[in-house]
């Protein structure tokens, strides 16, 4: 075993004895490897044709170096750094912040080591937008306005504010305070990138939004706050080399993708849910849970069939969670298959001081530290769950820091992947967001919608109020 790179332990999957319904069999992985060999085959052959943008990502440094240069020409520059984007614009730029930042590093500046405080607008709530507003100097703040399109309504819209903010207060000197983050030659975005002068940086065009934490989505908020990109991008590309081979037992990304398969299709767990043992990786689950969820949740397969697929993913943190969600997984459905996600070591540790010698209760946990407790409630739990025939599996990270990162990302992209192929469905499409997109452009008065709007206008329409209680 080697303790320095991320382990994938599915025990807790495995029928081990008759009986239990809700476990994997051998048998029923060793059905799906001559799928799994070809698929592998059809992965590889789309990534040499450029289909596969994620998968040649660890080894574009050039964006990492990009970035780490143009983050290191403003440091100093800014007290605040602020990413303008929903959804894969915003969740990995923020589940990368967290995972390798202390916690409080906004409240303190010896934490930031000259690197601007760190905030992600992924909402549109107008009270949130207006604290942001009232807490910023826009004048002595940097914007990353990430969107590939330029059609995103939410991302527009915030746009549109700070840029009249910024104009307003610095006059034709505005687009210095503005970086965006765009497709490399098409879409509004590049147009008004051309027109107003700002700097930028390119999205592969072959890379969507979920998969796009490696380009300079992620790259370049990270190198803003003084995190290693090109450590990131050597953890993704070990895994890649990990995961090379098409032998099942031997691929942790392809295994994973067989085993949630199995337990959606054949197992009837249709829930999927992740739970780090680690406030560090917290936001790492919510990453997850785009990635899995838009990926696999879809209507048709690649025949045009309605198959109507997809787990549903759940995030849970360990330990908080054991105290509003365990009860709920221990002896409620079982529907679900667990995801729980260990380290190895942590950064530091807090010792539990000695006292109360005659209360039990509390003198027992004296002399230990809160890395053992942590991990004891961890393996709690799992036995908990394991006992009820709940199945379960353990990503452990050796620690959390940037090489590994960059393989867990990485990890659960090719997973992804390649449950999108048992599931025989298109992966890397979201017609789902997309409807709801059509819908705000219509509602908002965008030309060329008028005849969405006025069929939103028909199905909403006040009818009466037999089923409204005010």
């Known amino acids: ?55 040649d990502l660890p080894d574009r440094t050039d964006a990492a170096d990009a970035c780490r240069k143009a983050a290191e020409a403003r440091k100093g520059g800014f007290e605040n750094f602020v990413v303008l984007g929903i959804g894969g614009s915003a969740l990995g730029p923020i589940a990368v912040h967290n995972a390798i930042h202390n916690p409080h590093y906004n409240l303190d ?18 009270d949130r937008m207006h604290a942001l507003i009232s807490l910023l100097d826009v004048r002595k703040t ?28 610095l006059g034709d000197a505005f687009a210095k305070n503005m970086i965006v983050t765009t497709d490399a030659s098409n879409g509004l975005m590049r147009e008004i990138v051309a027109a107003e002068g700002y700097e930028s940086f390119a999205i592969p065009g072959n890379v969507g939004g979920r998969f796009s934490e490696l380009t300079p989505v992620g790259l370049f908020p990270a ?12 953890g993704a590309k070990a895994m890649a080399q990990r995961c090379s081979v098409a032998e099942l037992w031997k691929n942790p990304a392809y295994m994973d993708a067989v085993l949630h398969f199995i337990a959606d299709t054949q197992k009837g767990k249709h829930i999927s849910v992740m739970m780090p043992y680690s406030s560090r990786l917290r936001d790492i689950a919510d990453w997850y849970r785009q990635l899995w969820a838009e990926s696999l949740g879809k209507k048709h397969d690649l025949d045009g069939k309605v198959v109507n697929v997809g787990q549903t993913p759940v995030k849970a943190l360990g330990v908080t969670d054991q105290h509003s969600q365990v009860q709920l997984y221990v002896e409620g459905p079982n529907d679900k298959v667990f995801t729980f996600i260990a380290v190895g070591k942590y950064s530091c540790d807090v010792t ?95 030309a060329g919608y008028e005849k969405d709007r006025r069929q939103i206008e028909s199905l909403t329409k006040k009818a009466d109020d037999e089923f409204v209680i005010c």
Do not use: C
């Open 109 to 126: 500046e010896r934490l930031r080591n000259g690197w601007p405080r760190f905030f992600v607008e992924d909402n549109i709530d107008p």
């Open 223 to 234: 190198a803003m706050t003084g995190i290693n990109v090109a450590n990131l991008l050597a």
């Open 142 to 169: 940097l914007f990353n306005v990430i969107s590939k399109s330029g059609g995103t309504a939410e991302t527009m819209a915030q746009f549109l504010i700070f840029r009249q903010m910024l104009r307003d207060q």
């Open 352 to 446: 539990i001081p000695k006292a109360f010698d005659s209360k039990e209760g509390a003198s027992y946990l004296g002399g230990h530290t809160l890395g053992e407790l942590f991990d004891a409630e961890r393996v709690g739990t799992q036995v908990a769950i394991t006992q009820a025939g709940r199945p379960n599996l353990t990503i452990t990270i050796p620690e959390v820091n940037e090489h590994h990162l960059g393989g867990l990302l990485y990890l659960f992209e090719l997973q992804t992947a390649m449950a999108g192929k048992l599931y025989r469905i298109n992966a890397f499409d979201q017609p789902g967001v997309e409807a709801g997109k059509r819908a705000a452009y219509a509602l908002m008065g965008r």
């Open 1 to 55: 075993m080697n303790n320095d790179q991320i382990r994938f332990d599915f025990n807790n999957v495995m029928l081990k004895k008759t009986g239990k319904r809700h476990l994997v069999s051998r048998d029923e992985i060793a059905a799906l490897e001559p799928a799994v060999r070809d698929f592998h085959a059809q992965l590889q052959a789309e990534k040499a044709a450029g289909k596969l943008g994620f998968a």
